[in-house]
């Protein structure tokens, strides 16, 4: 594979909603962040490794676990869409150091599950199709036929279509697996001079993910579950 200049972009705000200061929070005697951290450091084709953070503290445990830090000012960490922000800064940012890489692999902090190996593997799938974006996926526990939303008036209402709800029981056999985006791998090349924000999901490469490692850390639940997957993984490689 010819050689080229891919940096990864991990966004770790120190501030969270659901889980307080859960990207340092300890999950399996590490930070959580640093999971994925390590993992883009063990990756055979990420040259260089970035934390944007506008916290003090985040800032020091991504500095230790070998991250490069962009400092990222607290308004930029606001707002309906941050990573949007935080993404137009780094740009800003790499733009100013006249580094221009070719390509930026995007990974979220609350995908500890993750390793170097679905990263290259990604990225192996990337270079070889003629997607200009990829995007991690799962299969998705929820068939389509049975997801509902509360509506207006407080009832539940099927999130198909009547048609579409027809056509899915009227095909059982010939249903497809359906999947979901899973939040931990996003390829995409680096437009330097394009301001754009960057769109993390679409309808791009999908890189498939086996569920137990693609648990997306927003709730406490989550963090439980991907801690003790962690600690079985690290058992079993002992």
């Not at 995908?111 to 995007?135: M, N, Q, V, W």
Request: one cysteine or more; charged letters at 30%.
């Amino acid at each position: 594979m010819e050689k080229y200049k891919i940096v990864s972009f991990i966004p770790a705000k120190g501030k969270s909603k659901r889980i307080p200061r859960k990207n340092i929070k300890m999950m399996a005697g590490k930070p959580m962040m640093a999971w994925t951290i390590e993992a883009s450091l063990k990756s055979k084709y990420i040259d260089r490794t970035f934390v944007s953070t506008e916290d003090k503290e985040v800032k020091e445990i991504a500095l230790k676990y070998g991250a490069e830090i962009i400092d990222r000012p607290v308004e930029f960490s606001k707002g309906e869409d941050p990573i949007d922000l935080a993404y137009f800064h780094f740009k800003y940012y790499l733009w100013k150091e006249k580094y221009n890489p070719n390509y930026v692999i995007f990974l979220f902090p609350t995908s500890p599950l993750r390793t170097e190996k679905h990263i290259d593997k990604a990225f192996e799938l990337y270079f070889g199709s003629e997607s200009p974006l990829l995007t991690s996926f799962t299969e998705s526990h929820i068939n389509p036929t049975g997801a509902y939303f509360i509506n207006e008036q407080g009832k539940a209402e099927h999130t198909l279509s009547e048609s579409a709800l027809r056509s899915f029981h009227k095909n059982k056999d010939q249903r497809p697996e359906t999947y979901c985006p899973n939040s931990a791998i996003t390829i995409s090349p680096y437009l330097g001079t394009d301001w754009q924000t960057f769109q993390y999901i679409g309808y791009g490469q999908p890189y498939i993910m086996k569920p137990e490692d693609s648990i997306d850390v927003n709730t406490d639940y989550d963090f439980k579950i991907a801690e003790m997957l962690l600690k079985e993984r690290i058992k079993k490689e002992d």
